[in-house]
């Protein structure tokens, strides 16, 4: 690799722009509008197929080749000097959760955009190619797991396997791929990195609360979601008596109240939730025989991450046997704490520092597609702050400094890792 | 009224035809059949209307006259030899739960049109005449609150109300009964009544595990509904740490075991349980940042109604402040207990003890059609045992001779209130 001090075109001079930025992110964001200001553009839905389009446009117009896998991951190229190198990677997901944000994703993947139409502007050449990828269904929300599909590049999980999801309507991933027009003919996995690199959202206060422009990601949190399903019986409100009832939605509460109990007893660093819960028949009159909830646990250890899930088991099993009530447990997706790569960490680092942007070592608390990358490429990841740290909410929001200070630093981690033509 | 002394008659020989009773509550039962043996035959579907349908084709082959009112409620007459007098009345409802029983409400129908072959057969006269009901929507399931048209027959809804409940789908009562052609022209309540009789299976363990054959129902429980919203901020399940979580699901976990303790405290009589549980977003990923549910707490006191109620606020208040939610409460149902008419309680116990069935006064733990009837008019109700006390699910279940026995009893106490022409 080259360094700024023996690359003069790699000056602290040398930024994006800013209004091009955003403009493109406002743009992108009328596709697929929420309901109070976000987005609501969902995995392999017309508006992913409308976003999918218009992203594809914005490439074509700045001379980049787009390539289509199987998985419908998108791969817009810009070509090198020397095209046997391998490229360098930038991008993130455009897919959102049902009541999402304009930047989760968004940004990592419209700054590797703007880094392009850069380069261009300033006929500046990379001896690798670069390449800005869109990867599909990095949320999860409606087929889970999340990371799906840079999970498959990966070889985490197989493509049948993953395009045999279904969403909550039955309908399957590879069909509703295929319905969309976004399959395409390359191989998942096929393509070699030379390294990669993913911009993103916080999605957590610390950023904010430390008044710092840039996020050094050097590991990421472990995840480890545990689907529950407890049955008891559907009983009349009324007419059981209290010592006769089997209430799977009384036990769930208790549960509930464990997962908080066992992340906290971890703490700072573990989080435990459960956002997902059904509960049957879900009548006001009666007793709920059947909940299904899925329990998220979260750390950068993974003896704790193994710790919790034991102990959540055990201490459901408990609540359940006492009330006399059915449990089962199912282990829905996980993946081990992530360290980033020491080279793509200090092309980062080092960005930041020549920039004159302030910077903090973090730990991702939220699962990337670059956590899965990781396993099959040099990966590095940079955070900028958002508002409040709130994230896959509607309300998310960020500064047009705050993206634009991060796709600066992207800019000068990919120049500075793709070798500059002088 | 007569009594058994002075009316030969009424002797203890005189009893249903059980077959037939129960070839016909079979028959009803394969229209909207559940997917575990029960049914799914909720209010103003095409499949009510199906029932409805074989309801009154069953009643004109016996020779009665049908009226409809404009909430849709059916009134099959058996002509009386004295017109003038006011009708005998017995019924409850051909609606089901989306996981109902084959019995809950179609016994008390179906025994009622078994009472009048038995009479057509034997060509028993009575001077007051006998009018089998059909209440709309006793299950309140579809459009809350349940008991809803025998509560506009009633005075205690007006109907314009009533018409405007909507169901999950936005779509309105008063639409969805014109939709499947059964909203009448004849005015709702305009009908008086001489007494009303409803048989009903129980719906708790009490018979069964006493071993008796009838209830007697000296009174009926009062309800209250509370729905509680709480709301928090959606938030990403992993990048939010701990002390900066509103978590909503968490705070409904600690309502529902304050639900629970606040009914303990008033065994044994009392009970309570949240059925009806939903969740917003709904996203393995998000932290939940609203949830609605609703609290159905019941007593035969209204002054342990009263305070269940008021801590239930003060409870969930307090957790609401202590984690830093919203919350608001609104009471979406409720009635008060019910002392059952003594006369007609008395005609009941007199038919048991007559035609031997042992027996047992009880209190109704669920709401009934009869609760809100015994507002307007002299009103008995008449329980048979179930299965385990199992209802609200599609294992619902009672023998034939349960059934049986009940119609019997609701035959003789019908006969000795509506008077037999000798």
């Known amino acids: 690799m080259t360094t700024h001090d023996n690359n003069p075109l790699l000056g602290k001079n040398l930024r994006v722009n800013a209004d091009r930025l955003w403009d493109s992110l406002m743009e992108m964001a009328k596709i697929g509008p929420g309901v109070a200001g976000g987005n609501n553009r969902q995995t392999l839905t017309d508006e992913d197929a409308e976003g999918r389009a218009l992203f594809q446009k914005w490439c074509e117009d700045a001379g980049c080749s787009m390539g289509l896998d199987s998985m419908g991951n998108m791969f817009a190229m810009r070509a090198g000097t020397e095209p046997d190198l391998l490229p360098v990677y930038v991008g993130s997901h455009l897919d959102t959760q049902p009541t999402g944000g304009k930047y989760d994703g968004v940004l990592g993947v419209l700054s590797g955009l703007e880094l392009v139409r ?19 269904n990095e949320e999860g929300t409606r087929y889970a797991p999340p990371m799906l599909s840079s999970g498959v590049f990966a070889g985490i999980h197989s493509e049948e396997w993953a395009k045999d999801r279904v969403d909550i309507n039955g309908k399957r991933f590879g069909d509703e791929l295929k319905r969309i027009g976004w399959e395409g003919d390359e191989p998942v996995g096929a393509r070699k990195m030379h390294a990669m690199f993913e911009l993103h959202i916080e999605q957590g206060p610390i950023l904010e609360n430390e008044g710092k422009d840039i996020g050094v990601v050097t590991h990421g949190q472990g995840l480890s979601w545990t689907q529950i399903t407890i049955t008891g019986r559907d009983a009349h409100t009324g007419s059981t008596p209290m010592p006769l009832r089997r209430n799977a939605g009384l036990a769930m ?3 509930l109240e464990k997962v908080d109990e066992i992340a906290l007893s971890h703490a700072p660093h573990a989080v435990g939730a459960a956002g997902h819960i059904e509960v049957f028949p879900n009548s006001r009159n009666v007793i709920p025989g059947k909940v299904i909830f899925t329990v998220d646990f979260r750390s950068p250890d993974l003896d704790v991450i193994t710790d919790m899930e034991a102990r959540l088991r055990q201490e459901a099993q408990q609540i359940a ?61 940079i955070m900028c702050p958002c508002v409040d740290g709130l994230s896959h909410n509607e309300a998310e929001d960020i500064t047009k400094e705050w993206a634009t200070a991060g796709t600066d630093v992207l800019l000068h981690a990919v120049l500075d890792t793709a070798e500059i033509v002088e």
Not at 118 to 136: A, E, G, S
Request: charged letters at 20%; aromatic letters at 8%; hydrophobic letters at 40%.
């Open 118 to 136: 850069t380069l261009n502007d300033l006929d500046i050449k990379t001896r690798h190619p670069i390449v800005v990828t869109n990867w599909t």
């Open 253 to 255: 509460g208790r549960v």
């Open 321 to 381: 046997d006492t009330m006399g009530l059915d449990i089962a447990f199912e282990k829905v997706g996980g993946f081990d704490p992530v360290t980033f790569d020491d080279n793509c960490v200090s092309a980062i680092r080092d960005a930041a520092e020549r920039l004159g942007y302030s910077h903090l070592n973090i730990i991702s608390g939220a699962g990337h597609d670059a956590c899965w990358i990781s396993r099959v490429a040099p990966t590095g990841m």
